[in-house]
């Protein structure tokens, strides 16, 4: 599982393809992805904000950026955890997904934390 530790901010990252949600043949594909986002500090954090750089296998790039994720801004104490499930389309079989949290202390001081590039992939597609 890819992870990244930013200023005692733990994110790791787990994705699937969802078949359900996907339509090959018009050329849709759909990933869900499991974050969870851990607080190791002696600080409390907020996420604020996420911005996304979603690569497909044509080597396309797409930006998301947004306020928090799952439409919350969760506050995170010392010790305690985030975790959510959301999902991206690729017009293609594969591709990539990274990108940084913008997080605020209590000390109203901005900083931003990196989402660890990850994979998104269909299972049975073979890479030539």
Same mark, same amino acid.
């Given at each position: 599982?890819?992870?990244?530790? #930013?200023?005692? %901010?733990?994110?790791?990252?787990?994705?699937?393809?969802?078949? /359900?949600?996907?339509?090959?043949? $018009?050329?849709?594909? *759909?990933?869900?992805? +499991? &974050?969870? &986002? #851990?607080?190791?500090?002696?600080? +409390?954090?907020?996420? &604020?904000?996420?911005?996304? %750089?979603? +690569?497909?296998?044509?080597?396309?790039?797409?930006?998301?950026? /947004?306020?928090?994720?799952? @439409?919350? $801004?969760?506050v995170l104490e010392? !010790?305690?955890?985030?975790?959510? +499930?959301? @999902?991206?389309?690729?017009t293609t079989p *594969? @591709?990539?997904?990274?990108?940084?949290?913008?997080?605020?202390? !209590?000390?109203?001081?901005? *900083?931003?934390?990196? &989402?660890?590039?990850?994979?998104?992939?269909?299972?049975?597609?073979?890479?030539?």
């Open positions: 599982m890819p992870e990244a530790v #930013t200023r005692n %901010i733990r994110v790791r990252v787990e994705s699937e393809f969802a078949p /359900g949600r996907s339509n090959p043949a $018009q050329n849709q594909w *759909f990933f869900l992805y +499991t &974050i969870r &986002i #851990t607080n190791e500090g002696r600080e +409390t954090v907020q996420l &604020i904000s996420r911005h996304w %750089i979603i +690569t497909d296998a044509m080597g396309d790039v797409r930006e998301v950026r /947004g306020p928090g994720v799952v @439409g919350k $801004q969760p010392p !010790g305690e955890s985030f975790e959510y +499930t959301s @999902g991206c389309d690729l *594969f @591709g990539s997904m990274r990108g940084t949290y913008k997080m605020l202390t !209590g000390e109203r001081e901005n *900083f931003e934390i990196e &989402i660890p590039m990850f994979t998104l992939t269909e299972p049975y597609t073979t890479v030539h």
